[in-house]
């Protein structure tokens, strides 16, 4: 199943904002088969997921963890549902 | 679930307020004045905002949501904000202009989820956005926490 994480420095805050958002996303664009979770910058690997989501400020750090997609605000809506929706693409799922 | 902690006495406005370090103290005080939390948290967040990427907690549109490790002196889970006008520089950076605080304090991991989801739902959805920026009052800024509420 493709993974799709969100991630923040701590794990705890943003990037649980963001989970929650893409579920929602996915959900509207009607795309089934992608499993979302959310973690901390230091316990994720390029193998963890296949899109990582990042705010932009941690976008340098999480370079090197594969298919990275940075967010300029993690509560657009709008701006992810254009980004989740890429990503889906990339990894084999349209809208 | 939001208005079970922003109050009048934790939803707060002020004008004029000289930078980020003063905010995150005035946001966090009525949480270290009712003994939610300890000194050691406002430090805490103070040191994570001034920490390489810490101003990660600019969540967009001009909302900051500052908030610190359990473990450093959360003694009860707890919400404030703080609109200032006009903005303020976080970490002193010019891409991250702050309008609206919120300092969150969790005790633990599921009441920190609880809460999170619920500022999430609250601050994705443009309408409410606008509308609490637009608050002047904790009156006006209650109101649209309750419609959110009730949702």
Known sequence: ?95 | MLTQYLTEETFLFADDVPGWREAIEIVAAPLADSGAIGRDYIDAMLESIAAPGGTYIDLGFGIALAHARPERGVVRTALSALRVRPDVLLNDEEAHPIALFFCLAAADAESHLAAMASLARLLSNEPARNALLAAHDSADALAVLKTGDDQ
Do not use: W, Y
Not at chain 1, 23 to 44: C, P
Not at chain 1, 54 to 68: H, P, Q, T, W
């Open chain 1, 1 to 95: 199943m493709t993974k799709f994480l969100a991630v923040c420095s701590t794990g705890l805050g943003s990037s649980f904002m963001v989970h929650m958002n893409i579920e929602q996303v996915l959900k509207e664009l009607g795309i089934a088969g992608i499993d979302v979770d959310h973690a901390d910058l230091g316990s994720v690997s390029p193998d963890s997921a296949d899109a990582i989501f990042v705010g932009r400020d941690i976008a340098e750090a999480a370079s090197g963890l594969g298919d990275v997609v940075v967010l300029d605000s993690i509560i657009d809506l709008n701006e992810l549902k254009t980004k989740v929706a890429e990503a889906a693409t990339r990894h084999g799922h349209s809208a």
